[in-house]
């Protein structure tokens, strides 16, 4: 089936369609000048200017590339040394540790919620004072992140020749020199999208966030903030500007996939 | 060669969840030899290797260099090193830089290195790949990286752990002679691991045969092919007719319902025992002259010979032999006294 | 390799924070406000079944909906030339990268009564139709949030199904029908299986889809056990209680989808 039919053709149509129209919607009603949804009544950039000047917004903003840096760092280093010290357990512990850390990616968010919420009033009724906020906001992020540096890591090292290591120290590497120089360059890759990983998840999670936060604000939980109120143009113009950055970031990483490869072609 | 020994083992025991692999294994390695432990899969080969290494601690025993127990010393602080099963180049680092590795940690001054290098790229053939990505070489070309990368630091003994199994036969026929050149040339001790015994027999000073964790015969190729010690080494060296038969007395032994001279002694009377014949030691004659006689059930030529499987007395003898006969023909065969080997029944 | 150390940290994080929460849950679900053992919040949970039985429902009827959807776009796109399968990989997941309440807010302005759908409608003289705050707004809330997780499985698995396996289920006389059922169903089960899972377990715990377009009348689960914690009605151990009843229903809907997978791999040898 070289040749798509015509009702192939149909079919991604409506479905690219139904993707898209509530989205390019949204972009359009950005530069609406009235602050309806439904009827265009002149070009503005307004609504553009009031997000920038959106202390709440910009805030969160602030708040949640502080939080995704930080629990993306210490997950990417605390799960990369855990694959490595998984990797070397036997079979069974290694099966009860892969279960437990399977819980957060198969339970639905709202129950890691609502979980680590009762750990933090527990703790709060224990130790007394004020505990929700950015801390509370950083262990839950560090701890749904983890799973997915594990995952990802993992199967890097499982497929790592046993023997390289071996290597390494056979040609007079100390067990230290040998993870720096052999065993971290070869799972690098698997660390670096563990870590990106993290970074999208921590950055665009809202459910989890939202039982942890006490009353700090992240992106998502002033978008959420924002979408209560009755009507709110700004989140258009939010949306397009995160629409335009994600197809740009997705764009350029497929330049340089799609360069990588032709380089590669051509060597070979 | 000369009558140092420069690897010692003593009474190593290795087990693995309750499996024991080496079960007190003693074995001397002589200072610029190539030996060659030859065995079949799960003999323990690869374990006596990794144990030299310092891969493997053995649970009991001791490993000895140049006389000194190294058994407690890591990989890292043993003057041996090893060219590994499926090469575990570094895929981070050019060929170059596999190379330089442990000149690297050492320290050593830049031009040094760069001297080093080349003049190993050299020997094992590599000259002019220095830039070049590992990934992108073929087998052969990553064995030469392997091996290059193990001598730079001028070890005083290689391992080699099967190094030769992926490769194709024809390169396998050439690698056998380069690593042979080079083991010469450098003039240190190789100790190789394999279960190809046409390997284990062109190249090597000395085979180390095993089977089951412990040692079966150690010898120079040309005693363990024509002395093997029992049945199981005689199977394994090259192919063989193994009957049961019977000592009559010194010098005499029966099998195929004839009695037949031979050269063993020391056996009491009438002891059971393994009588071992090599294929293409077995002379086809005329029926009148032969010993003993079978009909032919299968000729297969085989290039240099043919193989014939002849039947007698309910045994399908393997003769090699440079005339065919025609299959359901009835032929004779004579085996002469120096043909016939005895061994002790196998206790298995 | 002496490297189980490292995993030491990890394991400690894993005790506190992952572990140590799900057991609270359970805790809380059995105890009442004083800390004394008691059955009454399960019990207590038969007033909520209507609830319940909606979000079961809701979440059915969207993943059936999403794989009745994606299973001939997947298989039209496995069949696709490897650049354009690219693009269009690109193309499924980029709405996936935006915020989903983002997402989420897009529709409630075009479902609204006075919204551009209505509008649109409006011009044939049809409508205005109430469409927003309606079962079949938070049905096409959570199909349009979770269609690509059910794509995606489909996709993986249907490009490794090679299509001479297809021509050969031809050749042997197998019709469009059959070929379907006796050869792309049973190869791409684990694809459906995990992309059932992938949709249903949000879908039946979210609570922001129904809260933005089910208006108040539409409550299902997640609202509730959001209610109990962080809402008006406040009560931990009832919120528990719920909790642990969604993590059941998640597990026999996983556990039910593996067995169809395992039946699947049986009646294969």
């Known amino acids: 089936m070289k040749k798509m039919s015509v009702f192939s053709k149909i079919y991604l149509a409506v479905f690219f369609s139904f993707m898209y129209i509530p989205i390019a919607v949204m972009i359009v009603f950005s530069f609406n000048e009235s602050k309806s949804r439904s009827v265009f009544t002149g070009f503005t950039l307004d609504w553009y200017k009031s997000l920038f000047r959106n202390e709440m917004i910009l805030s969160a903003l602030g708040i949640s590339l502080v939080l995704a840096f930080g629990s993306a760092i210490v997950a990417t280093v605390i799960g990369t040394l855990a694959s490595i010290g998984i990797n070397s357990m036997r079979k069974t512990t290694r099966g009860i540790i892969m279960n437990i850390s399977y819980m957060p990616v198969i339970n639905p968010e709202i129950i890691t919620g609502v979980s680590l919420m009762l750990l933090f009033v527990v703790a709060k009724t224990a130790m007394g004072g004020k505990i929700f906020g950015m801390s509370t906001l950083l262990i ?24 390289m290591y071996e290597a390494a120290l056979d040609l007079g590497c100390n067990p230290r020199q040998a993870f720096f120089k052999v065993v971290l360059p070869e799972i690098m890759p698997a660390v670096v999208s563990s870590f990106l990983i993290c970074l999208t998840y921590s950055i665009d999670d809202f459910i989890i966030s939202y039982f942890a936060s006490g009353t700090v604000q992240t992106l998502p939980i002033a978008i959420y903030s924002m979408t209560r109120k009755k009507v709110s143009p700004e989140i258009n113009a939010l949306s397009t500007i995160m629409f335009v950055v994600i197809l740009s970031v997705i764009l350029l990483i497929n330049a340089k996939d799609s360069q990588s490869q032709k380089k590669k072609k051509t060597r070979a | 060669m000369d009558d140092t020994v420069i690897v010692a083992l003593k009474d190593i025991v290795v087990d693995f969840d309750d499996e024991s692999i080496l079960s007190g294994l003693s074995l001397d390695i002589h200072d610029k030899e190539f030996v060659t432990l030859l065995g079949p899969s799960g003999c323990g080969k690869t374990t006596t290797l990794r144990v030299i290494g310092g891969f493997q601690s053995p649970k009991s025993g001791s490993v000895f260099f140049d006389g000194k127990d190294i058994t407690a010393l890591p990989p890292y602080k043993r003057h041996v090193n090893t060219v590994f099963q499926k090469y575990a180049l570094f895929p981070h680092l050019n060929v170059y830089e596999n190379v330089a590795f442990s000149l690297r940690l050492k320290k050593v001054p830049e031009a040094q290195i760069k001297s080093s290098v080349l003049e190993m790229l050299e020997l094992v053939g590599l000259k002019g790949f220095e830039r070049r990505n590992t990934t992108t070489l073929s087998g052969g070309q990553q064995q030469r990286v392997a091996i290059a990368r193990a001598l730079v630091g001028h070890p005083r003994v290689l391992l080699l752990d099967e190094p030769l199994g992926a490769l194709d036969l024809k390169l396998r026929k050439e690698m056998q002679a380069e690593l042979k050149r080079i083991q010469q040339s450098l003039n240190i001790t190789f100790i190789y691991v394999t279960h190809d015994q046409e390997e284990a027999l062109t190249m090597s000073d000395t085979v180390v045969v095993m ?14 092919y024509n002395e093997p010690q029992n049945a199981f080494v005689a199977d394994f060296i090259g192919e063989s007719n193994i009957l049961s038969g019977v000592m009559d007395k010194d010098f005499m032994v029966e099998f195929g319902g004839q009695t037949f001279t031979c050269v063993d002694k020391g056996f009491t009377r009438q002891q059971l025992v393994d009588v071992v014949v090599r294929p293409e030691d077995i002379k086809i004659v005329p029926t009148i002259q032969g010993q003993l006689s079978g009909v032919v059930k299968s000729v297969l030529f085989k290039g240099v010979h043919y193989e014939m499987i002849v039947e007698q007395a309910g045994y399908e003898w393997k003769i090699h032999s440079t005339q065919a006969q025609q299959p359901g023909e009835i032929v004779g065969m004579n085996i002469g006294p120096d043909e016939i080997h005895i061994m002790h029944k196998m206790e298995d | 390799m002496k490297s189980k150390p490292c995993a030491y940290p990890y394991l400690v994080w894993m005790v506190i924070f ?17 800390g004394n053992f008691t059955l009454a919040n399960l019990s207590g949970l038969g007033q909520y079944s209507a609830v319940f039985v909606r979000s079961i429902l809701l979440a059915a009827i969207a993943t059936v909906i999403c794989l009745v959807l994606a299973y001939p776009l997947s298989y039209m796109l496995s069949r696709l030339h490897a650049s354009k399968q690219r693009i269009m990989l690109m193309l499924i997941m980029l709405p996936m990268w935006m915020n989903f309440l983002l997402r989420t807010y897009a529709w409630m302005t075009l479902l609204e009564k006075n919204g551009l759908i209505n509008r649109f409608f409006g011009l044939f003289g049809l409508g205005p139709f109430q469409m927003i705050n309606t079962q079949g707004a938070v049905v096409l809330g959570m199909v349009y949030n979770y269609l690509p ?42 694809g459906i299986t995990t992309g059932i ?19 108040g009348s539409n409550l299902l689960i997640g609202d509730l056990i959001e209610l109990q914690f962080l809402g008006n009605s406040y009560n931990y151990n009832l919120g528990s209680a719920m909790s642990l009843v969604l993590m059941v229903i998640v597990l026999l809907c996983m556990s039910l989808t593996n067995q169809l997978d395992s039946e699947e791999k049986e009646g294969m040898l």
């Open chain 3, 149 to 190: 997780y059910m794509i995606l499985p489909l996709y993986t698995i249907m490009v490794k199904i090679d299509n001479s396996v297809i021509e050969a289920a031809q050749d042997l006389g197998a019709g469009l029908i059959g070929t379907v059922t006796k050869v792309l169903i049973p190869l791409s089960m684990p």
């Open chain 1, 140 to 163: 839950a992020h560090i701890t749904f992140n983890l799973p997915y540096v594990i995952f990802n890591v993992t199967p890097k090292l499982k497929q790592m020749d046993v023997k």
């Open chain 3, 197 to 215: 899972t992938m949709v249903f377990v949000p879908s039946i715990s979210t609570f922001i889809i129904s809260r933005m377009l089910g208006g």
């Open chain 2, 211 to 224: 089977k089951g964790g412990y040692i079966q015969q150690i010898g120079t190729p040309v005693d363990i």
């Open chain 3, 18 to 34: 992952i572990a140590a929460p799900l057991l609270m849950v359970l805790y809380f679900a059995f105890t009442d406000k004083a």
